[in-house]
Each structure stands twice: as structure tokens, then as C-alpha cells.
């Protein structure tokens, strides 16, 4: 037993041990019996059937609680799995184990699944479920009359095969007889059903036959038919029973919920008027909801294709509980090839459709149009190929290609184009060749350009241009964009309707309309001269071709080419499956900027040339996925290979981790349980619910035991209770009903949280826990997995040391277990933590009667520090005299004597001397890069640099992390990963050339790496693609984040280059015959690493010879400076007190306490209670808190974290320490 957690036993409720919990027992008062015997039993039984036998022991002694409705839940469960076996043969895989547990608690979803996993099976069978052992009445929408028709028969034949005879279930569809429709419409106007099947549009169009109807469950396959129309929404929401007076209630919700977003947007106040109006409208509807729990039905949606757009599908959030997500068009697993084809294109696309069969799609360049879609696919026929070429017009040859007619498709490389992104045909579509480089082209004459493409112009020009310029021009697309972003698709054709007429507008239509035209005649005047004209020409991305007179740019279109690739790799129940993509390339600088604007926004693009890669293996495995996808969709997938998409609750710390992780894979089906958000994706193999446990769930108590430690068996056992925090001052407390600071009642409760990842958990059959890679992150990891484990199945840790697509699924892909000695570290550096806080703490208040005063083991000798420099700083004051001479150089003397003399006669004599260089000598110097950023190197700089504290840099830190921009930042290494030396590579390649590029390790020790950035994008450019909305973040950066980014990406870079070289001299300078020796860098001879990341400033070159005195004056200074916060950190890690992750807490601390201030300079100067508190520890308690004994202790917390020392034994020996600090009186 390690712990013992309050209010956690899953059956009543009350305080119980992590041994019980992780065996899914109650408490020893529930269910007193021995932990060996019941493991025992564990081992032998199923888990359904160990729940059963513990219900029914706790039924026994009148005890049976919660425990009922855990084992309920997991009864309904195997029987419904027993009517899958009855019926198909095969047990449920995990993904419909999870929708079937979301139904039974009547929670409304949508299903976010790939192809292949058993939507529509799982649909007929829960129906045929709930309607035979719950007489529940069921609905299920489906896009076609075929599907009605198939899913009506199938439904029959399950009902048939399970001997259920009094269902009655019917269908609606085309082709009935008159009379079988009438008597059918007849049984729906009167409910006489159990299963209604239909399609969307007898939904939209016959819904007064049903509108007398309540369903318990609705299920709608494909539910874009459904988005398309606002009424529909309306319609579904009736007949789960809402009132039309409450939907009209959480309509304007959603309109004053968008009216407000829009005020925070502009940075506009909220009236009084708009925030009491929707605290009612919210109160009226979160009640009805509350209210009506179990009254309302539930709704089950596949997801849609397309984005869902709109504000009435918001209904669903308000009174559902779920947002429709839609997939990822950059999830891929794609061959990404070239081939050099500037002569001989159609011989060799002709080769290569030969080698590769049948379920192609070829692209012809924009600029080419249908006129050379055409001429290619008469080329193809004539030699023997069989292709068609399609677009909005001619979309009749898609049939002919799925029935195997056709072998090839030809369409038109536009982002929106049918190829690109209408065709959804996982078991066909096998690969992709594009005729060309996918671009745009564009007139230099932009008079009839549209927004759309203005933007774009601007996007792809602004290196050309002067910097004042770019700033307008940055100025004037990012208003642009913003206001353009916020358009509804009927706004952006008025607009361009305008544009195109010289329509009069209004509002912000105008207002965008005249943005719109600032911004043309600024990129006339721009693109007019020649100097951008002649820039432009040598990028080496761009083209500048001239086409009959006119001169017209081109630019790779990198979204276009993802989308359109995206065809050949398909999500299904599996993964992603295989495809392959070549580009014949016509034109090598738009290639060279094609393979650089892919990487910007798919890490997992990899260039490789056509003849590098073995095409025989390569297609072997996309007809291997191909074969699996088919035997999917018909239902013959063999047993052995069943369980292919699992589901997973994802726990990260914050929510903005989740949501940057959710981003990932589209746009994610939201969801809210109480107050908990969940992201729901799909990654192929994986269904994921993504959600923050926001921090520590559980903190000590302080009421009971010894400072929150209890004794059992002579062992030392912490207990736990989950953490409050209060709303009015932000204190964090335990176990009291109060904040202890403020007094104020209105406080957040982490146990909400733990209810909301309670009920998560119950519904996926695996958990990963993907806490931050430290110790701390492995205790949050370990409390949650003790608190979750009565309620689900599987728990592992996952492990990532950057928030990026790859990492994450890396991480799940290698699963790991809890590292218990990292867990135990944890577990002693907070007891120990509580025990030396509050022993020294309460000799403290009752020293000074102030119960807000705090000390700790690191925090008292760090503040020593500070108040021995201040005192050291006090005696070390002395006159120092500046000496200036032409071109504002400066020398400092601060050896001159005074011999009694005034400071003022001295600089009259240095006025009226000279200063004489004696010696100068000159040094050439080889000066290596210093290493990537650790933390306190991290704190150091960017404290010195930005002017800001070290608790600011951490938080914009982790922002950047959170936000998938850098690596984890709480590190001690300087290690740099091969993926790191990856990144490096391609940046300085490219700005620099190979010729600067010299890769290091840095160092070899540990799994930690430096603090770097994770893609090849300086800021400038990370700025420039936020705008275009190229990288997406969850959150907005300032600029001080931007500042913070650039720091890190800029000595990571400059570590990864080559030397500098550099001169150095060396002066021997006198005045008044008093010398003195200066000595710094006076030209740089090999730029080298200094070019992106220059660790000093050059100083003027003197020789030898006398120099005029322009200026003298002399200050009073310090010849020991007070220490910064930078100085701190470094201390900290120089003397191996306190941790990456502690450092700035420690700092923020003693702010927070009063014991020191910052001056204006940013040093650090401790206060009167400051030097009072020291002076009371150190004098009364030095042996707990010296510098030497805090090291020992940081030492035991490593050798238990590496599992050296038992953590029981380091418990006894600081009990045994802490008790002398109890007994020991003060002044004693």
C-alpha cells in the first residue's frame, strides 16, 4: 500500500487504499477480506464475473451502493455482446463496446469512425436490442433508398436469427407499392413500430407523419443531409423529444454565445444587457436539460465528409452535449515520389500507368485546364489505356471507374476540384500521378482578382518587398483575413459579387469590400516595379514566366496536392492504407517549392526520387490494404484480425494539450461531460476521447495524521483528497470547506474533473495517460490510474517530449507502464515538501503571528543567497570613472585612487590628459556555438533579454510546448535528438548552405533532449503562416511568445552550425598613468554560427597612440552586483538545488511571501520580513535547511527515482529529521 485516497471507494464512497482500487475492490469497511485471497480469485476469473461475485458479497452484508451500477452497466454490455455472437458469430470490437455504453447511459454522440468498423451492423443490432429487452422505439436515417433497403432486410434477418417474433419493424423507401406505402405511413402517423428505417429526405419531407412519434434512439448514418437544411435539426430535436419553445431557447444561446465571442474578438466590452441575458437564457436551458436527463432521447451521427458549417448544428452542443467533428485530410501514409520529366512527359506517365494497373487518378496543372485533360486521356485510349477525364460537369465516367471500366481518371489539380476532393473510394483508388507541379498561376495585373487570391499574391510576394512595405501589407491582409475568417459563405459571394459589379455594400461587407481594395492597388503598385519584379524572378520557389505579353507568376499549390494525394490513403479499421503519389516535375524551382510548403503543413512528407524505392514491395503493400478495406465493407474479415480500431481515453495536463493533440487528426468531435471537455478523433487504429485532467487531481490533506501522513503498520502512508482551488484569489487548498485565505465559498473542485475522466474511462476499454515526462507528470499519471482503474479495463503511459502528430503517435504505438520508482521519487519529495513546509512554517507564525509566512528546504537557503549578496553588494560600493573618446568608446577605470581627493578634481585631471593605448595585441579565435537551450539556460538568457521574470518565461514556455511548437522545456539536457539534427539540416540548407551545416549531439546522456523547435521555421516565418492560416494554433501568441520562440529557435540552429571566427584584441590602456587591460572581439573573419545567433557585440579597433578625452564622469557602483533571476537559476543548477521544473516556482515563491523585490533593473533585494525570516532560520533551524543538507536531500530523491534507495527507508529518516524540528523550541 502506497496511498490512501479520500471519497474514492467505488461503492461508498469513502476514504480507500490504491491496492483495493487498482483490484476494482471497495473499501476494507465495505468489504473487509484479505487482499491476497481476493488477488487470487482475480487471477482466476473473468472480469465481469469478479465484479459479479463482489456485488454479490457486498449484497450479502447489506453494503451494495455504487458498485451496483458499475456492474449493470458491464451486464448489459456482455449481454449485448452475447446477441452479437447469437447473431454474427463474433463478439463486439471495442469501438462498439464503447457507443454501446454511451447509449445505455443515454449520452448523445457522434461517431467519429473509419471505414470498416461496423457503424451500420452496431446500428441494427442496439436497435434491435433496446426494442426487444426494453421496448425502446429506434429510428434509423440512412442517405439512400439502397442503404434502406439493405439495412431494412438485414435488420429482419438479425431480428430472425435471434427468435425475436413480436418486433415490429419497417421501412420507407422508393419503389413500394401504393398500398404498402399507404399502410406503412399509416403505422408511422400512429408510432405502431419498435424500428423505423428511412431515408434523410423522409425525414425532411414527411416529418408530419412522424412528429406524433418519441424515439428513445436515433441513429443517422452520413449526416450531411441532415446538416444541409437548418429545419432538419429542428426536426431530429422534436422527436427526441424537445419542446420547439426550447430549441428556439438554445438557438439564441447559440447566438449570444457568438455575439460574445465576436465582442471578445474586437476587444470590445460585454454590456450589462448581454451578460444578464445570457446568464437567463443559459439557466432556462442548462435546467430543461438538467430536468429532462431521462426523458430526452438519444442521438447517435456518423460524421460528416465536409466541415459541418453553420450555427444551428451549435443546437447539438447546447442541448446534446456533442459538436459534429469531421476527419483529417493530412492524416496519410503515402509514397511521396518524383520524377525529372521536362521532356517526354505523356511517354513516361504513359510507362508509368502501365507498370502501376488499373485505379489511378491522374492531375494536369490548373493552368492547363480541361482543353490538355482532354488531350491527355485521347492519348491514353489511343495506347491502350483506358481513361476518362472528369469535372463539375462530366462526373459520369466516377461509375465507370468503380465498376472497373475505366482504369484511370483524369481531373484538374484545383483545391476544390471533384478529383481532389469529392471521391471517397478507399478499395479502388490505389495511386495518384500529377502531370506537372500542381500550382496557381497569376496575372502581375491583379484588377480582377478576389480576396481569396489577393491574399494569396500577398502571402507569396512579401520577401520581395521592403520591410515598411511588408509591415503595410502584413497590416492589411491580417485585417483582411481576419474579417474574411468570419464570413458565412453567403457573405464571401455578395462580397465577390461586388467586387466583380461595384455593388454597394454595408456593415462589414463594406468594410471588408474597401479592405479589399487598399490592398489590390497596394500589390498594382507593388508587382509594377521592377525591383519586386526582378526579386521575384530569382526565388527560388517562384516562376516568373511571361505567357503572350503578359507576365504571370507561379507558385507551388502545396494544399492542393495534399488534398489531392490524401485519395490514395484512406482511414480505415486498421490504420491508414497505403498509397502513392509521383509528381512528373516540369519545372524544378516550383518542385523545390512544392517539397518545402508540404513539409509546412504535414511533418510526414518524405521526398524521395521515383528510382530509390523498390515500386514492386510498394505496390504489393497498397493491394494488400486495398483487399483488407474490401473484405471490410462486405463483412468477411477473418476472426483473427476483428479488433482493429480500439478506444482509448486520452488524459493529457492542460487543455490546450488537448485541443493541439485533437487538431491533429480534423476537426474533432466535441463533447462536454459536466464540465469536462472531450475531444473525440479518429487515428486509424485508434477511436480517441482527448482530455486535460488540468494538473494535480490529489494534494495531501492537512487535517489528519502527521501533516497529511498517516501510520499503518509502521508505515508511512500519505492521504490524499482532491485539490480545491478558490475562484476569488486563486488559493489552493485540500480538505477544508472554505478557502483558508479569503474565506470565500466559491471554489473549483478537482473532484468534477475526477467524476467527468470517471465516466470517460467507463466508456473506452484502454487509457492512455500522457502526462508531461518528468516525475511530477508520472505521479499525476499513477494518482489517476489508481482513480480510474475500478471503472475501466486497460491503463498504460504514454510518453512524448513534443507536442507534434508524429510524437503522439509514436507514443501510442509504444505503450509503456508507470515508473513506480519516479512515482515514489514524487511521492517523497511531497511528503517531505509538507513536513519541512509546515513544521518551519508554524514556528514562523508563531514567531511573527503572520499565518501567510512560508519556508522549505530549497526556498530558505536560495533566499540566503540573496540577502548575503545584498549585504556583500552593500560593503563593495565604489568610485568608478568613464572615460569616453571619439566614436562613443568607452573605458571604465575603477582603479584610480582618490588619495583624499574629490571625485570632481579627478575628472578635471582626466579632462585636461589623454588616454594612451600602451599595448594592443590582436588574436585570431576559433569560437564554437554554445549548446541548445536546458531550462536554466533558458531562464537565464531569456531573462536577460525579454526583461521579464523567470515564472513569465515558463508560462510562455509552456504555451510554446502545448502548442506542438517546441519540445518539453522543463529539461536538464542538452541532448539533441536525430530528429532535432533533422530539422536543423533543413533550415540551414536552405537559408545558409550545407557548407554551414555541422550536426552535434551535444551530449549522449538520458531520454530528455534540449529545449528545441519542432519544425524548420524561424519566426518570421512562423508569424507568416499563422496569418495565412497555414499552422493553426489553439491559441493566440503575443508577441513576447514570439520573442521567446525566436531565442529558442535561433540557438538551436546556431548549435547545429559551424565555428565562427573571429579577432580578438587586447589593450593595455593608462590614464593619469593608472592602467588598466580591456580585451573583446573586434571583427568577425568566418561568420559561421554567428549569422543567425551572435553571443556578443564587436567593439571598436584601437592601436596604439594617444586618444582625445571627450567625456569623463564618475558613478558610485557596486562592485559585487545583486543577483537577477537569471544569476538564481543558475545558481540553483550550478549548487544542484531544485529542478528544471521547480526553479521558477522557487523564485515566485519568495515574491509571493514578500521576502524579496525586484528593482527596476531587475535585481533581486530582499525585504526587512525577508532578512527577519532568514535570520530566524538559519539562527534556530541551520542543520534542515543548509545548503549542504538540501543537496543531500535532492541527492535521495534521485537515487530513488533511479531505484537506488527505498523510498520507505528515506521516509523514516526525514520523519525522524522533522520531529527535531517539532520538538526543538525556539531559540533552543
Known sequence: MRAVFKGLCPNCGNEIDDVRLQLKLPCSSCLPTSIKKVSKLREKMDELSFLERIAKELQKRGKLKNYRKLVELEKKIEELNDFFKKILGNDMWSAQRTWARRIFQNKSFSILAPTGVGKTVFAIMVSIYLASKERKKAYIVLPTTLLVKQVYEKTLKFAEKAGIKNLSIIAYYTGLKPSQKKSILENIRNGDFDILITTSNFLLRRFEYLSNTKFDLIIVDDVDAILKSSKSIDKVLILLGFSQEIINYASKLVLLKRRIAINLRLRKGISEDLSREFKEVSEKVSSYVSENKNKIGCLVVSTATGRPRGLRIKLFRELLGFEIGSRSEFLRNISDLYVLAKENMLDKLLGLINKLGKGGLIFVPVSKGVEYANFIANFLNENGVKAAVVYAKEKEAINDFIEGKVDVLIGIAIYYGLLVRGLDLPHIIRYAIFVGVPHFRFSLDVEEALPSRLLQVSFNIRDCIDPEEREKLDRITNRLRTIFNDLSYGEVILLNEAIRTGRVLSGKLKYAYNLVLQLREMLKNLLGKESVQRRLASMPMISLKQVKEKLYIYIPDAMTYLQASGRTSRLFAGGLSKGLSIVLVDDEKLFNGLMRQ??????????????????????????????????????????????????????????????????????????????????????????????????????????????????????????????????????????????PTCKSVDYVDQRDVLTSLTELASEADYVFLATDPDTEGEKIAWDLSVALSPYTHKIYRIEFHEVTRKAFLNAIANLKTINMNYVDAQLVRRIEDRWIGFALSRKLWDRFGKKWLSAGRVQTPVLGWIINRYEESKRSKKIVF?????????????????????????????????????????????????????????????????????????????????????????????????????????????????????????????????????????????????????????????????????????????????????LKQVLKVAVLNVKKEYSGYIEILDPGFTLIYKPFTLMEKLVTGEYEIVDVEYKRIVLVPLYSQADIIQLMKEKEIGRPSTYAKIVRTLFDRHYILSSKRGKLIPTKLGIMVYEFLEGNYKEFVSEERTRIVEKIMDEIAEGKTDYRKALIEFYEEIRKVDEKPIGG
Open 598 to 739: 508540404t513539409k509546412w503543413y504535414s511533418d510526414e512528407v518524405e521526398w524521395r526520387r521515383l528510382d530509390e524505392v523498390n515500386l514492386e514491395f510498394l505496390l504489393n503493400e497498397i493491394d494488400r490494404d486495398r483487399e483488407r478495406i474490401k473484405l471490410l465493407m462486405e463483412g468477411k474479415l477473418q476472426l483473427e484480425v476483428k479488433d482493429l480500431v480500439k478506444t482509448a481515453l486520452v488524459i493529457v495536463e492542460s487543455p490546450s494539450k488537448a485541443k493541439t493533440i485533437a487538431s491533429f487528426f480534423g476537426k474533432p468531435s466535441r463533447r462536454k461531460i459536466g464540465k469536462q471537455v472531450v475531444y473525440e478523433v479518429s487515428c486509424g487504429n485508434y477511436i480517441l476521447s482527448i482530455t486535460a485532467s488540468k494538473g494535480h487531481i490529489f494534494d495531501l490533506v492537512t487535517s489528519e495524521g502527521y501533516y497529511g501522513v498517516i501510520v499503518r503498520d509502521g508505515v508511512f502512508i500519505p492521504l490524499y483528497t482532491t485539490i480545491k482551488r478558490c475562484k476569488k484569489c486563486g488559493a489552493q487548498f485540500t480538505d477544508q470547506d472554505k478557502c
Open 882 to 1062: 568613464i572615460v569616453k573618446i571619439p566614436n562613443s568608446i568607452t573605458f571604465v577605470f575603477d582603479n584610480i585612487p582618490l588619495n583624499e581627493r574629490k571625485p570632481k578634481e579627478i575628472v578635471e585631471d582626466i579632462k585636461r590628459a589623454k588616454l594612451k593605448v600602451i599595448e594592443a595585441r590582436y588574436e585570431e579565435e576559433e569560437m564554437t556555438p554554445p549548446p541548445p537551450f536546458s531550462t536554466d539556460a533558458m531562464l537565464r538568457e531569456a531573462t536577460r533579454l525579454l526583461k521579464i521574470g523567470v515564472d513569465e518565461v515558463m508560462r510562455l514556455a509552456q504555451d510554446l510546448f502545448e502548442l506542438g511548437l517546441i519540445t518539453y522545456h522543463r529539461t536538464d539536457s542538452v541532448r539533441v535528438s536525430t530528429a532535432g539534427q533533422r530539422i536543423a539540416a533543413s533550415y540551414i540548407e536552405e537559408v545558409f548552405g550545407k557548407k554551414l551545416l555541422a550536426l552535434r549531439e551535444w551530449s549522449k546522456e538520458g531520454a530528455h533532449e534540449c529545449i528545441r523547435p519542432t519544425r524548420p521555421v524561424d519566426s518570421e516565418k512562423l508569424r507568416n503562416l499563422l496569418n495565412q492560416g497555414i499552422l493553426v494554433v489553439t491559441k493566440p501568441l503575443t508577441r513576447y511568445h514570439f520573442m521567446l520562440y525566436d531565442l529558442i529557435f535561433r540557438r538551436f540552429i546556431a548549435s547545429q552550425m559551424v565555428k565562427a571566427k573571429v
